[in-house]
């Protein structure tokens, strides 16, 4: 996820993955750097984007909400200097609010600005937004939900939601 990794894969004619789902920075002007000095190869003959999104649906947008605060208290604490196992979430998701200062919130939101949280319409809109914006060609969809259930009916519901 740099513009280094974005020439080398376009001299050398490979896809290209970018994590855009923790490191969204450099995002634009990665894909435009790839696009535009990609050389096609042997094993590709056009370029390939492939860029990864947080996805977290559930029945409802608070619900949602309230998963993804796993993935926020995950990243503060890394922030912290205290990585660890992947914390339970909080009550709601406006107790993220009292889980970090504001500068740690705006870090969080910054860093995980890249992301779809919901419920499966909600979900929908916002993945078609990334999508129609970025224009990749292959998502890659991550989900850090603490409860392993909770998680795999996420990427169920988000599946029926983007076919729908």
């Given at each position: 996820?740099?513009?280094?990794?974005?020439?080398?894969?376009?001299a050398?004619?490979?896809?290209?993955?970018?994590?855009?789902h923790?490191?969204?920075?450099?995002?634009?002007?990665?894909?435009?750097?790839?696009?535009?000095?990609f050389?096609?190869?042997?094993?590709?003959?056009?370029?390939?984007?492939?860029?990864?999104?947080?996805v977290?649906t559930?029945?409802?947008d608070?619900?949602?909400a309230?998963?993804f605060?796993?993935?926020?208290?995950?990243?503060?604490?890394?922030?912290?200097?205290?990585?660890?196992?992947?914390?339970?979430?909080?009550?709601?998701?406006?107790?993220?609010?009292?889980?970090?200062?504001?500068?740690?919130?705006?870090?969080?939101?910054?860093?995980?600005?890249?992301?779809?949280?919901?419920s499966?319409?909600?979900?929908?809109?916002?993945?078609?937004?990334?999508?129609?914006?970025?224009?990749?060609?292959?998502?890659i969809?991550?989900?850090?939900?603490?409860?392993?259930?909770?998680?795999?009916?996420?990427?169920?519901?988000?599946?029926?939601a983007?076919?729908?």
């Amino acid at each position: 996820s740099s513009l280094f990794g974005a020439r080398l894969a376009a001299a050398l004619g490979l896809p290209y993955a970018f994590a855009s789902h923790f490191a969204p920075d450099a995002l634009d002007q990665a894909l435009a750097v790839y696009h535009r000095e990609f050389k096609p190869s042997a094993r590709l003959a056009r370029p390939h984007a492939m860029l990864a999104l947080n996805v977290v649906t559930a029945d409802t947008d608070e619900e949602a909400a309230r998963l993804f605060t796993t993935q926020q208290q995950a990243f503060v604490n890394l922030r912290r200097g205290r990585p660890g196992l992947v914390p339970p979430p909080l009550a709601s998701a406006a107790a993220i609010n009292d889980y970090c200062t504001p500068a740690e919130k705006h870090m969080i939101d910054s860093t995980l600005a890249c992301r779809a949280v919901g419920s499966p319409a909600t979900v929908r809109a916002q993945m078609q937004a990334f999508v129609e914006r970025h224009r990749p060609d292959e998502l890659i969809l991550t989900a850090n939900i603490f409860d392993h259930a909770a998680r795999v009916r996420s990427f169920e519901l988000t599946m029926d939601a983007w076919t729908a």
